[in-house]
């Protein structure tokens, strides 16, 4: 069964950098991409971009253009986001979802089960 | 971006009830329309996608219809495992873009 598993809890300091990770099982990694969404306590849900895994080419929301990066590691089927300069308000709770494309339209069918990120001094 | 709204923002229902949320989109988004429902402490699940197909497992008292900028997601009678938040999302243009959020509580 398809199956996304992430990292750990973190804990950072205003102005560090976090890096989350999202293993995938179950299905063939290089087949869908990955996008990563993002949740503020009590919250809704923002869109972070994607990543095409058999390429590397990624999308990225404009609100993160300059502190993200997304990359994947195919020989472990495994996705990592990194977020630099943290500040406060990125505290909130990162999910990966695996993007299947069906009807040439983008569907975030399988999650993650979601990193709680605290930046905190 | 494209600004999606969802109404109302909650909704208070007893079990056995029709449920319907809207979600207008600030621009035309054909079909590129999912839905997805979220349990507190928990990670959304797909509900309905290309605004009206029904995600396999889901069961059939979810539906979706609707096109271009109107949309709604109809729960056709409401069980107790169904009351969470339920969110519409377009992927028409970057940036996807979610809907602000319906929590759908007992009544």
């Known amino acids: 069964q398809v199956q996304l598993v992430q990292s750990g809890a973190e804990v950072k300091k205003p102005g560090a950098s976090v890096k989350v990770s999202c293993k995938a099982s179950?299905?063939?990694?290089?087949?869908?991409?990955i996008n990563w969404v993002r949740q503020a306590p009590g919250q809704g849900l923002e869109w972070m971009g994607r990543?095409?895994?058999?390429?590397?080419?990624?999308n990225y929301a404009q609100n993160f253009q300059d502190r993200v990066t997304m990359t994947t590691d195919t020989s472990t089927s495994t996705a990592y986001m990194e977020l630099r300069s943290l500040r406060s308000d990125d505290t909130a709770v990162y999910y990966c979802?695996?993007?299947?494309?069906?009807?040439?339209?983008?569907?975030?069918?399988?999650w993650g089960q979601g990193t709680l990120v605290t930046v905190s001094s | 971006d494209i600004q999606m709204t969802q109404s109302p923002s909650s909704l208070s229902a007893s079990v056995g009830d029709r449920v319907t949320i809207t979600c207008r989109a600030s621009q035309s988004i054909r079909i590129n329309l999912n839905w997805y429902q979220q349990k507190q402490g928990k990670a959304p699940k797909l509900l309905i996608y290309?605004?009206?197909s029904l995600q396999s497992g889901v069961p059939s008292k979810f539906s979706g219809s609707g096109s271009g900028t109107d949309f709604t997601l109809t729960i056709s009678s409401l069980q107790p495992e169904d009351f969470a938040t339920y969110y519409c999302?377009?992927?028409?243009?970057?940036?996807?873009?979610f809907g602000q959020g319906t929590k759908v509580d007992i009544k």
């Open positions: 179950g299905y063939r990694f290089t087949s869908y991409g």
């Open positions: 290309a605004a009206s």
């Open positions: 979802a695996r993007d299947r494309n069906t009807l040439m339209i983008n569907v975030h069918d399988y």
């Open positions: 999302q377009q992927t028409y243009s970057i940036p996807e873009t």
């Open positions: 990543i095409i895994t058999h390429n590397g080419y990624t």
